[in-house]
């Protein structure tokens, strides 16, 4: 009965906006009236993230979409290691719940989200058993509901999910290529004999390949199928011919990582081992289709560096083209890569090849506005990227509040000012009654 009366109090939360929506739990916590210290706030934050926790279990999705934005934007404002070493196997599985196909009839926005606050608890937890467990709890939900194509617009955030999942929990490099044909399955679908293939949106195509050039950039050994990777060039390849300008982006860094890994030169070294070199043999027949394609990708590469603009094109976007593709064709021609430093505080953040620029985008997009916040106190990334942040606030006693944060208590309509509204408001009318009875 106490559990069923909290989750009424936590969907009264999410289900408005209204002052009237904020209930007697919020009027229970109306001594935290001014939130000067890192504890008031991470106090009130944990009661937020409880409530939003019990909220989804509410019949109504919009409550529990609401309740998962709050539990992403408690991600993104502050490292929640407290309540994920609580309350981490009951918000894992009450998410999966949202993905697996038929569960709670949950909406394409609330699959999204769900995927999102996953990914999300991955990287809170970092490398552990935590994040085993949510890779092996999560790993075939998300493939099944990638494949049962029931609403495009849900599909990025499962594939972020699963890529990030993969990359934080995955043990090895079979964990990580069954990830990446996951992914390739989503654009390449293995059809049946009634089944009529579907083209793919743009929207939809570069999303895959970034996913799976992210998770391609973890790979350390690769396993040589000269076929498979034709294929993988040549579809890449295709793609840079595309008019969708985020698709020519995503299938150029594929290609230059591709490369940078060396493809081309291991199946050169397993020409230079085969004992039999003849113009027929199937090593030289591979690295002759490879440097083939390779040539063909750099003469695609110079044309898209200083491609003009065309009707509606977008300026900033072709100039992000056009430097993107110079970068390629310095790669390619002379062995340059790609060199980028980040501000993060006053710390400054360096990646200096294809795998550590993509792995960084990748994890700056998926993060969002809770990029700075990870980088500067998320361990595990630290580790990812050889970061050492100097520390923050030598005065313990000094607490910043991030933007979450701001709003979450500086807000008019957030949870603290609610609360302190209806304590005034009920001080106020206990005092006229105080007074009437005088």
Not at 87 to 102: E, N, R, V
């Given at each position: 009965m106490g559990?069923?009366?909290?989750?009424?109090?936590?969907?009264?939360?999410?289900?408005?906006?209204?002052?009237?929506?904020?209930?007697?739990?919020?009027?229970?916590?109306?001594?935290?009236?001014?939130v000067?210290?890192?504890?008031?706030?991470?106090?009130?934050?944990?009661?937020?993230?409880?409530?939003?926790?019990d909220?989804?279990?509410?019949?109504?999705?919009?409550?529990?979409?609401?309740?998962?934005?709050?539990?992403?934007?408690?991600?993104?404002?502050?490292?929640?290691?407290?309540?994920?070493e609580?309350?981490?196997?009951?918000?894992?599985?009450?998410?999966l719940?949202?993905?697996?196909?038929?569960?709670?009839?949950?909406?394409?926005?609330?699959?999204?989200?769900?995927?999102?606050?996953i990914?999300?608890?991955?990287?809170?937890?970092?490398?552990?058993d935590?994040?085993?467990?949510?890779?092996?709890?999560s790993?075939?939900?998300?493939?099944?509901?990638?494949?049962?194509?029931?609403?495009?617009?849900?599909?990025?955030?499962?594939l972020?999910?699963?890529?990030?999942?993969?990359?934080?929990?995955?043990?090895?490099?079979?964990e990580?290529?069954?990830?990446?044909d996951i992914?390739?399955?989503?654009?390449?679908?293995?059809?049946?004999?009634?089944?009529?293939?579907?083209?793919?949106?743009?929207?939809?195509?570069a999303?895959?390949?970034?996913?799976?050039?992210?998770?391609?950039?973890?790979?350390?050994?690769?396993?040589?199928n000269?076929?498979?990777?034709?294929?993988?060039?040549?579809?890449?390849?295709?793609?840079?011919?595309?008019?969708?300008?985020?698709?020519?982006?995503?299938?150029?860094?594929a290609?230059?990582?591709?490369?940078?890994?060396?493809?081309?030169?291991?199946f050169?070294?397993?020409?230079?081992?085969?004992?039999?070199?003849?113009?027929?043999?199937?090593?030289?027949?591979?690295?002759?289709?490879?440097?083939?394609?390779?040539?063909?990708?750099?003469?695609?590469?110079?044309?898209?560096?200083?491609?003009?603009?065309?009707?509606?094109s977008?300026?900033?976007?072709?100039?992000?083209?056009?430097?993107?593709?110079?970068?390629?064709?310095?790669?390619?021609?002379?062995?340059?890569?790609?060199?980028?430093?980040?501000?993060?505080?006053?710390?400054?953040?360096?990646?200096?090849?294809w795998?550590?620029m993509?792995?960084?985008?990748?994890?700056?997009?998926f993060?969002?506005?809770?990029?700075?916040?990870?980088?500067?106190?998320?361990?595990f990334?630290?580790?990812?990227?050889?970061?050492?942040?100097?520390?923050?606030?030598?005065?313990?006693?000094?607490?910043r509040?991030?933007?979450?944060?701001k709003?979450?208590?500086?807000?008019?309509?957030?949870?603290?000012?609610?609360?302190?509204?209806?304590?005034?408001?009920?001080?106020?009318?206990?005092?006229?009654?105080?007074?009437?009875?005088?």
């Amino acid at each position: 009965m106490g559990k069923r009366n909290s989750q009424r109090k936590s969907a009264a939360m999410f289900d408005s906006d209204d002052d009237s929506s904020v209930t007697s739990s919020s009027t229970a916590r109306s001594d935290l009236m001014s939130v000067s210290g890192a504890e008031d706030v991470q106090f009130v934050q944990d009661s937020l993230l409880d409530q939003a926790l019990d909220a989804l279990d509410e019949k109504r999705g919009s409550t529990r979409e609401k309740a998962l934005s709050s539990i992403i934007d408690a991600f993104n404002s502050n490292m929640q290691h407290e309540f994920v070493e609580k309350k981490f196997a009951t918000l894992l599985h009450q998410c999966l719940a949202s993905i697996k196909k038929g569960s709670k009839k949950a909406s394409a926005k609330e699959i999204a989200l769900a995927s999102h606050a996953i990914g999300c608890l991955a990287l809170t937890v970092g490398c552990g058993d935590n994040a085993r467990e949510i890779f092996e709890e999560s790993i075939r939900p998300l493939d099944e509901s990638l494949t049962s194509r029931i609403d495009v617009s849900k599909t990025p955030s499962l594939l972020e999910c699963l890529a990030i999942i993969t990359f934080v929990g995955g043990n090895d490099q079979e964990e990580t290529e069954r990830s990446m044909d996951i992914m390739w399955r989503v654009i390449n679908p293995k059809l049946g004999s009634n089944v009529v293939a579907v083209k793919p949106p743009a929207s939809l195509i570069a999303n895959v390949v970034s996913a799976w050039s992210f998770l391609l950039s973890t790979v350390s050994n690769l396993k040589l199928n000269s076929k498979n990777w034709q294929n993988s060039i040549s579809y890449l390849s295709s793609l840079l011919d595309k008019e969708d300008r985020s698709v020519r982006i995503a299938a150029g860094e594929a290609l230059a990582l591709i490369f940078e890994i060396g493809v081309i030169d291991k199946f050169s070294a397993e020409l230079d081992s085969a004992s039999d070199t003849t113009q027929g043999s199937k090593p030289l027949e591979s690295y002759i289709f490879l440097q083939g394609l390779k040539g063909k990708v750099i003469n695609q590469c110079k044309n898209l560096s200083t491609e003009a603009g065309g009707k509606g094109s977008a300026k900033k976007d072709l100039n992000s083209q056009r430097n993107l593709f110079r970068d390629i064709l310095d790669f390619f021609e002379y062995g340059y890569s790609p060199d980028i430093s980040m501000k993060i505080g006053g710390d400054s953040l360096q990646a200096s090849s294809w795998s550590e620029m993509m792995q960084l985008n990748f994890i700056k997009h998926f993060l969002g506005g809770g990029f700075i916040k990870h980088m500067q106190e998320n361990e595990f990334l630290h580790e990812v990227f050889g970061f050492s942040p100097k520390r923050k606030y030598l005065n313990t006693n000094e607490h910043r509040m991030s933007g979450g944060e701001k709003r979450m208590f500086k807000s008019p309509n957030s949870f603290l000012n609610k609360a302190r509204t209806q304590s005034l408001n009920k001080q106020r009318i206990l005092s006229e009654v105080g007074i009437l009875t005088i």
